[in-house]
């Protein structure tokens, strides 16, 4: 079974900076994508940013770009999200995923992720 653990979230002003991270066990980490989602209250899941396996290829939304990357160690099983020059509006749970196929492309697709994360936090005051 494959369990991500995300850490990092906070409470950061307008600006500011937060770096996100999800550790992954129970499979071969550096077979699969992975992927960052985020949900607002009120508001559906949406599509943050993807990497592939091998952290070569990577997507992220038209949102964030600019603003967010994102990175894997596959030494470490770990994705990482840097997010920098917040704005309240990225205020959200943000959630870690992982792809259910094996050396595939970044996908937005919420439905090619198997597995997620508890998730955590972010909070960006005005």
């Known amino acids: 079974q494959v369990q991500l653990v995300e850490s990092g979230g906070g409470l950061v002003q307008a600006g500011g900076s937060l770096r996100l991270s999800c550790v992954a066990s129970?499979?071969?980490?550096?077979?699969?994508?992975m992927g960052w989602f985020r949900q607002a209250p009120g508001k559906e899941r949406e599509f943050v940013a993807a990497?592939?396996?091998?952290?070569?290829?990577?997507a992220v939304a038209n949102s964030v770009k600019g603003r967010f990357t994102i990175s894997r160690d596959n030494g470490q099983n770990t994705v990482y999200l840097q997010m920098n020059s917040l704005k309240p509006e990225d205020t959200a749970v943000y959630y870690c995923?992982?792809?259910?196929?094996?050396?595939?492309?970044?996908?937005?697709?919420?439905?090619?992720?198997?597995?997620w994360g508890q998730g955590t936090q972010v909070t960006v005051s005005s």
């Open positions: 995923a992982a792809d259910r196929r094996p050396f595939g492309i970044p996908t937005a697709t919420s439905r090619d992720y198997n597995y």
């Open positions: 129970g499979r071969t980490f550096s077979k699969y994508g």
């Open positions: 990497i592939d396996w091998s952290g070569g290829s990577t």
